[in-house]
């Protein structure tokens, strides 16, 4: 099942791979945001089926 992240900062992540989803979303938080240690939990939970 494909899934969708939004960003606050308008950017979109939709994939049906949870660990690129986890990945990507991890990889924006630290490069964009400055956000580390953000959790597989933390990204599901803001996942959002498509
Ligand atoms: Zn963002």
Do not use: N
Request: charged share 35%; glycine share 6%.
């Amino acid at each position: 099942m494909k899934k969708r992240v939004e960003c606050e900062c308008g950017w979109v992540l939709e994939t049906d791979d949870e660990d690129k989803l986890v990945a990507g979303v991890k990889q924006h938080a630290s490069e964009v945001h400055h956000m580390e240690g953000v959790t597989r939990e933390q990204v599901l939970s803001q996942a959002k089926p498509v």
